[in-house]
């Protein structure tokens, strides 16, 4: 019978447990899981012997990969893959997946009311500012940047994006300003919303020099990664425009040094874009989806290693 580990430090929603057990009892594997676990010791004896790895945002290190002698396949529920060492997988003859857009619309949302919580000092009663009207720049157009393109035209926000490994045509359809720079981007838009991986290229992008380019009022949104920021970059920007606010669903390191903007900054205590029971379900369903279609088929739909 095969078996497969359910290792998440941030539980998915009961409804999206269910549904994952129901896909692998049909299947006929054993499904163990490990969830809220602090000890990274119970990691590696729990996925000594299992042939498949759920994982959300958990790190699968080279450490865990190789602990995992009968590891066949790890599938990350979500978007980002940065927390997978894709090499030690490679080495080991682990293919690696995730489930790109299962739970992007959840994150959409999240980056819109992060803005409107902005916007309106932060619910505290204060008079504040409207989206209408004010520029967005979407700063990556993928699975997340579209629906928050899409969500942003019901305020009537005038939005750009750049993308140099999106469709230009399919972003002019959606009624986006194409920006074919960064530094355009950031120049021309009150918001920006950050949608990049964290790569080797994106890491400390998002600099005191970027950030300078931001017209008076801006607001700087991450519901992507603290690491595609420059927390040195960021803390003097906040220090030197005292309009510049920022906010985001990941606690940079610098979180204390940053709490005395908290009148402009304000970071969620726990990441939690993908902390609905819709995308739980979504990214989960499709996760064990996906390790029944590999262990039975051989599908590689959606591998991240090639
Ligand atoms: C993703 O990359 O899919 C999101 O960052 C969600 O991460 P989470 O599963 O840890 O909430």
Do not use: W
Not at 72 to 98: F, Q
Not at 272 to 285: F, R
């Amino acid at each position: 019978m095969k078996k497969v580990l359910i290792a998440t430090e941030k539980p998915f929603a009961k409804t999206a447990v269910d549904g994952i057990k129901a896909v692998f009892q049909k299947a006929n594997y054993e499904v163990v899981m490990l969830e809220k676990y602090t000890d990274k010791a119970d990691f590696l004896k729990a996925v000594a012997d299992v042939d498949a790895l759920i994982i959300r945002s958990d790190k699968a290190s080279r450490e865990v990969i190789e602990a995992g002698k009968n590891l066949k396949i790890i599938v990350r529920a979500g978007a980002g893959y940065d927390n997978i060492d894709l090499a030690a997988a490679t080495e080991k003859g682990v293919v690696a997946m995730n489930t790109p857009g299962q739970n992007s619309n959840a994150v959409a949302e999240l980056a819109l009311g992060m803005m409107v919580f902005m916007a309106r000092g932060q619910f505290k009663g204060i008079s504040g500012t409207e989206l209408k009207g004010k520029t967005l720049g979407i700063h990556a157009y993928g699975a997340v940047g579209r629906l928050v393109a899409k969500i942003a035209k019901g305020f009537e926000m005038e939005i750009h994006a750049f993308d140099p490994f999106a469709s230009k045509e399919a972003m002019e359809k959606d009624g986006v300003k194409v920006e074919n720079s960064v530094e355009d981007l950031y120049s021309k838009c009150q918001y920006i919303s950050l949608h990049i991986p964290a790569t080797a290229e994106t890491k400390k992008s998002i600099n005191f020099e970027l950030l300078s380019k931001m017209p008076k009022g801006a607001t700087l949104v991450n519901t992507a990664r603290k690491e595609v920021i420059d927390e040195t970059g960021l803390a003097k920007i906040l220090e030197e425009r005292p309009d510049f606010k920022y906010i985001s669903d990941i606690a940079p390191e610098n979180h204390a040094d940053l709490l005395k903007f908290a009148e402009r900054y304000y970071s969620t205590p726990k990441k939690q874009g993908a902390e609905t029971s819709e995308a739980n379900i979504n990214a989960g369903l499709a996760a064990a989806n996906q390790i029944v279609n590999f262990l039975e088929k051989g599908d590689k739909t959606y591998q991240v290693n090639k």
